[in-house]
């Protein structure tokens, strides 16, 4: 990741890597607050949906991270090197890059391309087989269906990444400083931040946490068998208070998790360790889901409105509209749009759109080091998109083909 730090530091860093960041994560978290207040039993409504996102995400998305985290901490493999030396298994591993949940691979493979490691058809597989970190949402809830729609996904960037390769050749509006660069050590300098009481006391309530989101996922609900005895929800009251304080340490983190998070030397506190690079792209996801959830339970409570009678409405839109919805840089529309699915709201056909044209947060840095290359390789990314959407969406769901 420290490469990656270095090209924003070559190319600028974009206006949204500001300073302001913590005005407008509260302003996001009080805006949320005020809705809750003003629906009739909102806030039972948003205790409900905001513990089922602690519970049934939060602690996969953890788990997960900090799997992949501590694994590329201790292999150490310089993988410039590695791609250099097997130039046609570029656009597969980019792709494979690109399937990781989360968007730290997609980031990787972006940094290697402008280092001159990977093709251009290689990031436009990685863009097309991310779905950012609402693979995790899709894991969580319905494992199944993420697992077909990344082998979907794979199968696609793979293709489109050597028909890309072939038609444009492999350094494709690469940066021109993008020339292969000696590997960049793994090892920093500079001393590791030691964790804080607040980090603390996020693992004092994941862990447990874990505990009782395993169970329920395997049909044990844990609350059914205390609540004869303490009379209290354990579980439910847990997955709520993790979920406030994933919103509070998310609300106030300073900088963008890109600019502090990945080694770089400029910020004071010192380089984050693993555990806070755990703790703080697992708050930014579950903060998503928090607000897709609650959200979409406020807008049924309050209308009464059934989304999902009102997409069937706009049924042969859907997928283009959710496509449209990927290109938008983050992973918070992403999270919405697998919410919507996940609730019956929107069609598969939609779901394949969306992920296969979303970047998620990889595209905040390809912005920031290769702005030419990551606006094409994302316009690029909806021409499968749209085929495979509407070519499920005719076949499984209108039955024409």
């Known amino acids: 990741m420290t490469a990656l730090v270095q090209s924003i530091r070559r190319y600028g860093r974009p206006a949204f890597f500001g300073t302001r960041g913590v005005t407008r994560r509260a302003l996001v978290v009080a805006a949320m607050v005020g809705m809750v207040s003003l629906v009739p039993q909102g806030w039972e409504v948003a205790f409900d949906a905001m513990s089922e996102a602690y519970l049934a995400v939060a602690i996969f998305v953890a788990g997960t991270l900090a799997l992949v985290s501590y694994a590329e901490r201790g292999l150490k493999i310089d993988l410039g090197v590695w791609l250099s030396e097997h130039r046609r298994w570029q656009v597969p591993v980019a792709a494979l890059l690109g399937a990781f949940p989360g968007c730290g691979g997609a980031i990787i493979a972006v940094t290697q391309y402008t280092r001159g490691y990977l093709s251009f058809g290689a ?191 706009w049924a042969p839109v859907v997928p283009a509209m959710a496509i449209l919805v990927g290109f938008i840089p983050g992973c918070g529309p992403q999270v919405l749009v697998t919410s919507l699915y996940l609730s019956g709201s929107l069609p598969l056909s939609a779901q394949l759109g969306n992920a296969i044209a979303n970047d998620g947060d990889a595209l905040f840095p390809a912005l920031a080091v290769a702005p030419k290359a990551a606006l094409v390789a994302t316009l690029y990314s909806g021409i499968p998109a749209f085929i495979v959407a509407y070519g499920w969406y005719l076949w499984a769901e209108m039955g024409a083909i």
């Open 123 to 313: 990031v436009v597989a990685t863009l097309i087989a991310t779905m950012g970190d609402a693979m995790f949402l899709l894991l969580a809830r319905e494992p199944q269906t993420a697992l077909s729609v990344l082998a979907v996904s794979m199968v696609v960037a793979v293709i489109s990444g050597a028909i890309v390769d072939r038609l444009h050749g492999e350094d494709f509006l690469r940066p021109k400083t993008g020339t292969a660069e000696a590997p960049v050590s793994n090892v920093q300098s500079d001393e590791e931040r030691e964790a804080g009481g607040s980090e603390y006391l996020w693992l004092a309530l994941m862990v447990p946490g874990a505990v009782i989101g395993v169970l329920a996922a395997f049909q044990i609900e844990v609350d059914t068998y205390l609540a004869s005895v303490t009379n209290f929800e354990l579980g439910h009251w847990l997955g709520v208070a993790g979920a406030i304080l994933a919103l509070l340490m998310w609300a106030g983190a300073g900088e963008s998790r890109f600019a502090c998070n990945s080694g770089d030397l400029s910020c004071d506190r010192g380089r984050p360790s693993t555990l806070h690079k755990v703790v703080d792209t697992t708050n930014f996801v579950t903060s998503w889901v928090i607000f897709a959830f609650v959200g979409y339970e406020l807008l049924v409570a309050a209308g009464g409105i059934d989304l999902a009678g009102v997409f069937s409405v």
